[in-house]
């Protein structure tokens, strides 16, 4: 499932969740001692919300990447390879003003004349692979254990309770969103009302002086909307209507035993069963299926051109794997997935998806190893449920549990707010001290969206694009480097933070960023292309 995380917004008196190469010398220094940085006390501008993960810590103070620090004094005019960066994920609007010129392009392949030209299995696969044809909704794993009625699945009893609990409580979150809803649509049109205008603004309501009960309440519900970052109670009114959909979307697909939505006509238990199915276009089929462009832009939206984002790398093409549904994805999906990005050229492997429930885990996992035999490296989202991954296992993974790898080119990628201190830890971010491998910007990221336009999701899956963002230009500047060296490179270069931090959005569970992640960092582009150049 898309590892994306919405807004956590509280219902007054409910509480309510929805989820969703070169080798010229380098003299730059890198980053080491951030122990003296000052807390940042000022709200982010505009720019900086839109590109904070970019931004450096030390200058800025915010815990980005150093990425245009990266640009300014270690790339500037240098040329690099081309690398191509497959995303395995939903649909990417290809079209995209800001993702067109950076597209991966089949050239072994004629379009639209139904062969394969190339004979590696699929028919006119021009800019990727579509493994989930004309579908997009789907149940989660437990939900499809349940359905097979499968009782001597050693989780099957496990599966059952889980989904019992989850259809209740979003039956609640339900009953919850409608009536706030309600409360702060009201509240809108009442303010609007007094205020004689459409457009007012956050200073039009603090300067309400009432008696009126009713008008105490707007103002009050404004006032929430404000506080959680909202430019304007409109904007929480799409919000909420957003979150709805997606709990509907819960409902009435991921918890429903009896809703199929596979359509591409092969037995998704037989990995062997109907090769080549699926077909060749990679976009998505409607425009909320947005999760993929918007982890394209993050690698590679097309920078400095004066539209809506900058990717984190240039010389990369994005090769267009639409494997992930709204919903869990198949394992057999995403074992061919990997296998097709490594066969056709990728070098990087995007991964922001995943699930608790893994019925061919092994078919995954030997995907993972034939990446790293064929010296891919596989940029993996650790999830966002707040949970240690240490105690808890999550698919994909290139190990069981905690014990050895399969694969020395897997690296797993929690999520950071942009603030740094003892909030920095997204609350929702999993972590892990042998599961999880580096953290990076991953709240409220902004990148592209169909249909030309833009906007800001959080979630560890926004945080693994960053970090493929950085391999990518590591592997574009410095093309000898194996996977392995990057990815150890991007462990060992990262900024170390020594502070503690509040972990899963617990204030009472604080403890220190070593605790939480093998490499005790937080990944550096500028400190990760200098350690390339050395090595």
């Keep these: 499932m898309n590892l994306t995380k919405s807004l956590i917004l509280s219902a007054f008196t409910a509480s309510i969740l929805y989820s969703c190469g070169s080798t010229a010398s380098i003299i730059s220094t890198p980053v080491e001692n951030i122990d003296t940085v000052p807390l940042k006390v000022s709200e982010l501008t505009e720019a900086e919300k839109q590109n904070w993960g970019h931004l450096d810590l030390i200058k800025d103070t915010i815990p980005g990447m150093s990425v245009d620090k990266a640009y300014a004094e270690i790339i500037k005019n240098k040329k690099g390879k081309s690398v191509i960066v497959a995303v395995i994920d939903s649909g990417i609007d290809i079209d995209h003003e800001d993702l067109d010129d950076v597209i991966w392009t089949n050239r072994k392949e004629i379009p639209n004349n139904g062969k394969d030209d190339d004979k590696n299995g699929y028919v006119d696969d021009i800019h990727g692979w579509n493994f989930l044809g004309d579908a997009y909704d789907e149940q989660l794993e437990y939900v499809r254990l349940v359905a097979s009625g499968n009782t001597s699945d050693a989780r099957y009893a496990e599966a059952k309770a889980e989904l019992d609990k989850e259809y209740q409580k979003y039956l609640g979150y339900k009953t919850n969103y409608e009536q706030t809803l309600q409360q702060v649509k009201a509240a809108d049109e009442g303010l609007k009302k007094y205020l004689k205008k459409t457009d007012y603004t956050k200073a039009d309501v603090n300067a309400i002086k009432t008696e009126d009960k009713t008008l105490q309440q707007y103002v009050s519900i404004a006032k929430y909307a404000y506080s959680l970052d909202m430019e304007s109670v409109a904007d929480f009114v799409k919000e909420l209507d957003n979150g709805l959909v997606g ?279 500028y400190n990760a292309l200098i350690m390339a150049s050395k090595m």
């Design 247 to 525: 709990i509907n979307e819960r409902l009435n697909f991921h918890f429903n035993k009896d809703f199929k939505g596979r359509k591409t006509g092969d037995d998704p238990d037989d990995i062997n069963d109907k090769p080549g199915y699926g077909n060749g276009n990679v976009k998505p089929v409607k425009k909320t299926e947005s999760h993929g462009t918007h982890v394209a832009g993050i690698i590679a939206a097309e920078r400095n051109n004066g539209k809506g984002a900058n990717g984190v790398a240039n010389n990369v093409k994005i090769m267009s794997i639409r494997a992930v549904p709204n919903g869990d994805e198949y394992d057999k999906d995403i074992a061919l997935a990997i296998r097709y990005a490594v066969d056709n050229g990728a070098s990087i492997i995007n991964g922001s998806f995943g699930k608790y429930y893994s019925p061919h885990s092994d078919w995954v996992r030997d995907a993972i190893a034939y990446a790293g035999k064929n010296d891919v490296l596989f940029v993996n989202a650790a999830g966002n449920e707040g949970l240690n991954l240490d105690n808890k296992n999550v698919y994909p993974n290139d190990a069981v549990g905690i014990g050895p790898e399969v694969s020395d080119t897997f690296i797993t990628v929690g999520a950071l707010e942009p603030k740094y201190g003892s909030g920095m830890i997204a609350g929702f971010s999993n972590y892990g001290k042998i599961n999880v491998d580096v953290f990076a910007p991953g709240a409220k990221i902004y990148s592209t969206t169909p249909k030309n336009e833009y906007d800001t999701k959080g979630g560890t899956s926004m945080a693994a694009p960053g970090v493929a963002g950085v391999a990518a230009l590591i592997r574009s500047y410095y093309p000898k480097l194996s996977a392995a060296q990057v990815k150890q490179i991007l462990m060992d270069s990262g900024l170390a933070v020594k502070t503690k931090v509040i972990v899963g959005g617990d204030t009472n569970n604080i403890k220190p960023f070593s605790d939480l992640v093998k490499s005790s960092k937080m990944v550096n582009a």
